[in-house]
């Protein structure tokens, strides 16, 4: 929803960032505002994964150049769990499997290190269950779950729905979702969407990044952004995912390329 | 010119590990009750072991079975044989364990300390004590020093210096529900000093027990920190498991910081018998645990569960042998490393399946975590098969703390610390969470814990 006057909650300008010497995001800009959802798409190897990982402060990425204001402050120099802290969440595109390790305490280990940074007391194991218990609701997981470790044996669509399971537990005010989607049947898709949809509101923005045109018919996005050779080319409303569904990625670059030219 | 002075000083090197056993023995040994008719035999089965260990010689590295391992460390300590040291029984209440207040024997430095045990749990019948404070187990003889491989130098040194022991005895059809706590305590002294701590297990047919061995220190600090002298413990425990018994043993190596440990585990299992071992090795600047299991029956069980974790200098053998002899025998062991700095853990696990031993289904995997690029680990998983009808696997892993894993974690808000230390603590979680005594369990998830947050 676009919202009158909302926060900024991400300001990037001019970003460039390299993993091993290449440089895969080359001067991308994006804003957005609370209440927003925003959706990036564009083809493989446009740096879409790049940039999720880059804001969420993945250390195999370096930024050249540029700025990222979250709500206020330069996030660049904030460690990878500082921006978790301050609400910057990022839904993997192949969460990992941590054997050994149970998804409730997991959770309850994430959960606590955000209400320390809060200087609220951090929760027991009876009050966590009961907060959880309430969480699991939000994208129909099974209870069992919780007591295996984290995503080991899951199904592709039980790991998505984990990690919507701890957005929903750590109620970022910034919401990456890399490729969510990908490899998930139609119900699993529904019920991930769903539970993205309610936890959407007028005070955090969701950043969608996707391949596919089929996840914005449930989740609809406020803009849609396609990211071409590490630049965001274009932007638009959810029309333009119907388009770039219909003519392919080709006709966006060709429009670029036409521009360019007119100038 | 040089040349010659290094040949000379690894003749004299040579000439001093041949002799080190019999000098030791002669340092160090004393006599006991001597002219007792009731100890002769004790005195012919030290007499024996102390023939056998003056002709060994202290293993060097061209030892196949000591390659990794250097003990010549020893050449250079000057031991005497241990004090005896009185230990009040708050210095030990940290090592004590809740499930096991009255089944507790305590030695403190190989000698028993009546004022810090007590036995008051046990069922009828069933006897644990020190061997030379109680009335003798009838048949006590066929057992003591009697398993496979006791020629064996060091467990020779340990038989022929056997003055006093813990025994355990469980009559047939006894289930002992209390873990019975066998806590060997060394205390420092004056002088570096050796102390052999000796275990005497008899489970007998369809009985079952469960058994703490515990190495630790009072005295001397924290085990991570170094102690005054070095000392040296080199303990012999022998396990008989009777007929469908069941024999649950948990060992606790946590030696003082300047320790050298050396212990030898030999478990006898008749048919359909049960025992399910977890060694846990977190102390000595040096440690060499050999465990040996002989099946004498068919339909026996063994899981052999390992966890090694060092840190600074420490280096930690772990070689076990599991020697099938018979049909239908199942056995289980996982091996787990987690080494620091410049430490050093060793492993070498063999399972020998003849052909008398068909339909055997033995499983074993070693599974290693290095922490710093200057960590070490040598691996070892050896099968030998004979038999043609048997399900056998083994496999070895060394791996690093995952960096996506730990990015992972921090992107859900944990620090760098917290993540690795969540991941080590699930690794080694694997060995501690099976250890079937709550309290114990607790022990060595905040020794696990203490030794990561001295990391940071």
Same mark, same amino acid.
């Given at each position: ?9 991400l #300001?990037v ?11 895969i995001l080359?001067?991308l800009?994006l804003?957005i505002?609370?209440?927003e959802i925003h959706a990036i798409m564009g083809p493989n190897g446009s740096g879409k994964s790049t940039f999720s990982k880059v804001l969420a ?31 910057v969440f990022l839904a993997f595109q192949y969460p ?43 994208v ?8 295996? #470790?984290?995503?080991?044996?899951? #199904?592709g669509g039980?790991k998505k729905r984990n990690e919507i399971?701890?957005m929903?537990?750590?109620?970022p005010?910034l919401a990456i979702l890399d490729e969510t989607d990908s490899g998930l049947d139609i119900d699993a898709l529904r019920i991930v969407a769903n539970g993205v949809n309610q936890l959407a509101?007028?005070?955090n923005a969701m950043l969608v990044i996707t391949h596919y045109q089929r996840l914005l018919n449930y989740i609809v996005p406020d803009y849609v952004h396609v990211m071409e050779a590490g630049r965001i080319v274009t932007t638009g409303t959810k029309e333009l995912a119907l388009e770039l569904e219909a003519r392919g990625y080709e006709w966006v670059r ?10 | ?23 030791? *023995? ?156 066998? *806590? ?101 600047? *040096? ?29 930690? $053998? ?69 038999? $043609? ?12 703390? $995952? ?5 992972? *974690? ?42 990561? $947050?001295?990391?940071?």
């Amino acid at each position: 929803m676009i919202v009158e006057n909302g926060e900024v909650i991400l #300001s990037v300008r001019d970003l460039r960032a390299e993993v091993d010497g290449v440089e895969i995001l080359k001067g991308l800009n994006l804003e957005i505002k609370a209440g927003e959802i925003h959706a990036i798409m564009g083809p493989n190897g446009s740096g879409k994964s790049t940039f999720s990982k880059v804001l969420a402060g993945h250390p195999d990425y370096t930024v050249t150049g540029g700025e990222v204001i979250f709500r206020g402050g330069n996030i660049l120099e904030m460690a990878a769990e500082e921006r978790a802290r301050a609400g910057v969440f990022l839904a993997f595109q192949y969460p990992l499997e941590i054997p050994g390790v149970t998804n409730l305490d997991f959770l309850r280990v994430a959960y606590n290190s955000h209400r320390k940074h809060k200087g609220l007391e951090e929760l027991d194991a009876l009050d966590f269950d009961d907060l959880i218990q309430e969480k699991l609701e939000v994208v129909k997981m099974n209870p069992a779950f919780l007591s295996r #470790s984290v995503n080991e044996g899951f #199904s592709g669509g039980e790991k998505k729905r984990n990690e919507i399971l701890q957005m929903a537990l750590l109620e970022p005010k910034l919401a990456i979702l890399d490729e969510t989607d990908s490899g998930l049947d139609i119900d699993a898709l529904r019920i991930v969407a769903n539970g993205v949809n309610q936890l959407a509101s007028a005070e955090n923005a969701m950043l969608v990044i996707t391949h596919y045109q089929r996840l914005l018919n449930y989740i609809v996005p406020d803009y849609v952004h396609v990211m071409e050779a590490g630049r965001i080319v274009t932007t638009g409303t959810k029309e333009l995912a119907l388009e770039l569904e219909a003519r392919g990625y080709e006709w966006v670059r060709e429009e670029e390329a036409a521009e360019v030219g007119a100038r | 010119m040089s040349v010659e002075v290094v040949g000379k000083d690894l003749k004299l090197v040579s000439a001093d590990r041949e002799a080190y056993f019999a000098r030791l *023995l002669q340092r160090v040994n004393q006599r006991v009750s001597q002219g007792d008719e009731k100890w002769e035999w004790l005195q012919e089965l030290r007499s024996r072991a102390a023939a056998l260990a003056s002709e060994g010689a202290l293993p060097s590295t061209r030892d196949e079975e000591w390659r990794f391992t250097d003990v010549s460390e020893l050449l250079r300590l000057n031991l005497q044989a241990a004090e005896p040291v009185d230990v009040p029984v708050e210095s030990v209440a940290a090592l004590s364990l809740p499930e096991a207040a009255q089944s507790r024997l305590v030695f403190v430095n190989g000698v028993f300390a009546p004022h810090l045990s007590e036995v008051a749990a046990l069922p009828a019948g069933v006897l644990a004590g020190n061997l030379l404070g109680g009335e003798l187990p009838v048949g006590i003889e066929e057992y003591l020093g009697k398993q496979s491989g006791g020629e064996e130098v060091f467990a020779a040194l340990n038989t022929a210096g056997l003055t006093d022991a813990a025994v355990v005895w469980v009559p047939k059809n006894v289930a002992v529900a209390a873990p019975i706590h066998l *806590l060997f305590v060394g205390a420092a002294g004056a002088e570096s000093f050796i102390v052999q701590p000796r275990c005497l297990v008899v489970a007998e047919h369809g009985s079952s027990v469960t058994l703490v061995e515990h190495y630790a220190t009072v005295g001397m600090g924290c085990p991570d920190k170094p102690a005054a002298r070095p000392y040296f413990t080199n303990a012999v425990t022998e396990i008989w498991a009777g007929e469908n018994a069941e024999v649950t043993h948990i060992r606790v190596q946590r030696e003082g910081a300047e320790g050298f440990h050396v212990s030898r585990g030999a478990v006898a299992q008749a048919r359909n018998s049960r025992y399910s071992c977890y060694a846990v090795s977190l102390g000595a600047k *040096l440690s060499r645990h050999n465990l040996e299991v002989f099946q004498t029956g068919e339909g026996t069980e063994t899981t052999l569960n390992g966890l090694t974790m060092i840190v600074g200098e420490q280096v930690a $053998d772990t070689h076990s042998v599991i020697a099938l002899n018979h049909p239908h025998g199942r056995s289980r062991q996982l091996h787990k490393c987690i080494v620091d700095d410049r430490a050093h853990s060793v492993f070498n696990g063999k399972v020998f399946v003849p052909k008398a031993a068909q339909l055997t289904d033995a499983a074993q995997l070693s599974r290693n975590l290095l922490l710093s690029s200057k960590a070490r680990v040598d691996t070892k998983p050896q099968l030998e098969i004979t038999a $043609d009808n048997v399900k056998c696997s083994h496999g070895a892993t060394v791996s690093q703390l $995952d960096a996506e894993e730990v990015f992972y *974690l921090q992107s859900r808000g944990l620090s760098a610390a917290d993540a690795r230390n969540l991941l080590i603590d699930s690794f080694a979680g694997e060995v501690i969470g099976q250890i079937p005594v709550y309290s114990l369990r607790k022990m060595l998830s905040r020794c696990v814990g203490c030794r990561m $947050d001295s990391w940071e």
